[in-house]
């Protein structure tokens, strides 16, 4: 585990911000989003900086032509004709809560270019920097306009260069348009068109209507509100200081708690999947982090892909959300109690079901209703945990658009919003002992970060006798 590291103070020059539009065929129109898109809890932004590192690619940059913002903008300009809704601009609609996109023609995609005071190498090509640092490697995003008709911009970009020759590239992209798959979809394409492809290879399709719930006369239901005043708690919380940090797992010890579970359970020859061998630790040793009481609730959140599941199934080119939020619910003696192999066929269990047609349409219409009457759940989150994997989103293809591939990826949440969030990540590409290893992201207090650590360390004696 590499604690964060400290360096002298990062300082970033911004240039003047300039607005990307389509290159042709301007649009005049107001679009809708669907049911899932609408849900408040998507209206985040995605953050994520990618790190490209010059030395490893010296002789192909020394003879590079272009500037990597120029081929950036370019590209940028060229992929707005498909994903001409992005260059719009986004807002909630007061009398029914739902969002809308308007596209004028007039707005444009904001792009910052920017320079760094510091070489990659001495941010350790950002393995373990906090917020703040990485925040000025990311587009400013203008949160005063979130509330007002004029809306704001669903994507914005920031390329960062280095003294060292390398640089990043940081983008912001709302939650509200697209999921994971979504944004891997339109980054694969933007750097296809960067490297030289005059389209993308597959064609973006906006569509919001195929997922639409149709609301009904049954009682809304509030995720999580009939069991808020029986959620575990923590002593730990709740606090400011928070602190996110990367601990990596081995292949090898992947491969020994698979093997541990295999033998510990009866799967009838089921696959075992990382994200759910590692989701099931990850989240018993979260809950023996924070200490969180015995008999109280707590709650496993994934987020399970239902574009197949549908009928029809999504279109390729569909980058709107398309996942449902599964939970699994325990008390916090159960999680700490139960093997872990019990709790992977829970797992499953719940992936499965997120695939079934008629619990797809009820959660539709009820999401929808819920987006109407502006309900949400309120109460102390500490019990709740949700995990997202970021490493089979669908990366598609290469990302080497004349600079070699990138060596890191970083996403980048805001401590607060991260606090109930973990994350699986690949490796830093620079670490060859970690091949086919994940990195776990984990935001908690500061004072229980040392005993999560311990038990992902434990992996390590996993399978002795």
């Not at 023609?105 to 906090?130: I, K, R």
């Not at 999580?224 to 029986?230: I, L, P, Y």
């Not at 019990?383 to 598609?396: A, E, K, M, S, Y």
């Not at 606090?419 to 908690?444: E, N, R, Y």
Request: net charge negative.
């Amino acid at each position: 585990m590499a604690n964060q590291i400290s360096v002298c103070p990062l300082m970033v020059g911004k240039r003047t911000t300039e607005f990307i539009k389509p290159s042709n065929q301007p649009h005049y129109e107001t679009l809708s989003l669907s049911t899932l898109d609408n849900d408040p809890r998507n209206e985040i932004m995605y953050c994520t900086i990618y790190v490209y590192d010059a030395e490893r690619n010296a002789a192909r940059i020394h003879h590079h032509d272009d500037h990597p913002e120029s081929l950036l903008k370019d590209a940028l300009s060229n992929l707005l004709v498909h994903y001409y809704p992005l260059s719009g601009k986004l807002n909630r609609r007061k009398r029914d809560g739902k969002l809308q996109l308007r596209c004028n023609g007039a707005e444009g995609v904001p792009f910052t270019v920017a320079t760094s005071n510091l070489d990659l190498s001495s941010l350790g090509y950002l393995e373990n920097v906090g917020f703040d640092t990485a925040s000025l490697l990311l587009p400013q995003i203008d949160d005063e306009n979130y509330d007002r008709e004029i809306g704001y911009y669903p994507l914005a970009l920031q390329i960062t260069k280095f003294p060292c020759g390398g640089f990043t590239i940081g983008t912001a992209l709302t939650h509200a348009v697209c999921d994971g798959f979504g944004v891997a979809r339109f980054i694969s394409s933007l750097m296809e068109l960067a490297a030289g492809k005059s389209e993308p290879t597959v064609v973006p399709t906006w569509e919001r209507d195929l997922l639409v719930g149709i609301p009904d006369d049954r009682p809304v239901e509030i995720p999580g509100a009939d069991k808020a005043c029986r959620l575990a708690v923590s002593h730990y919380m709740p606090t400011k200081d928070m602190i996110s940090e990367a601990v990596n797992v081995k292949p090898e010890d992947i491969k020994r708690l698979k093997e541990d579970l295999l033998r510990e359970s009866d799967f009838s020859g089921q696959i075992l999947t990382t994200f759910e061998v590692l989701g099931a630790y990850i989240w018993r040793s979260r809950i023996r982090a924070l200490k969180l009481n015995p008999d109280g609730i707590v709650v496993l959140g994934l987020a399970v892909a239902i574009r197949r599941a549908v009928d029809p199934p999504l279109p390729d080119g569909y980058y709107g959300n398309a996942c449902m939020d599964m939970h699994v619910e325990l008390t916090a003696r159960e999680v700490d109690e139960t093997p872990i192999s019990e709790i992977v066929k829970l797992v499953k269990e719940a992936k499965i079901k997120a695939h079934d047609k008629e619990y797809i349409a009820e959660q539709l219409r009820n999401t929808e209703k819920l987006t109407r009457m502006g309900e949400q759940f309120e109460g102390r989150r500490d019990g709740l945990f949700f995990l997202t994997d970021w490493r089979n989103i669908g990366w598609f293809g290469s990302m080497d658009f004349g600079w070699g591939e990138p060596v890191n990826l970083l996403p980048v949440v805001p401590p607060d919003r991260a606090a109930d969030l973990g994350m699986l990540l690949g490796p830093c590409k620079l670490d060859q002992k970690m091949v086919g290893g994940v990195k776990v992201v984990m935001t908690l207090p500061r004072d229980a970060m040392p005993k999560f650590k311990e038990e992902m360390e434990a992996l390590d004696k996993i399978g002795e006798t």
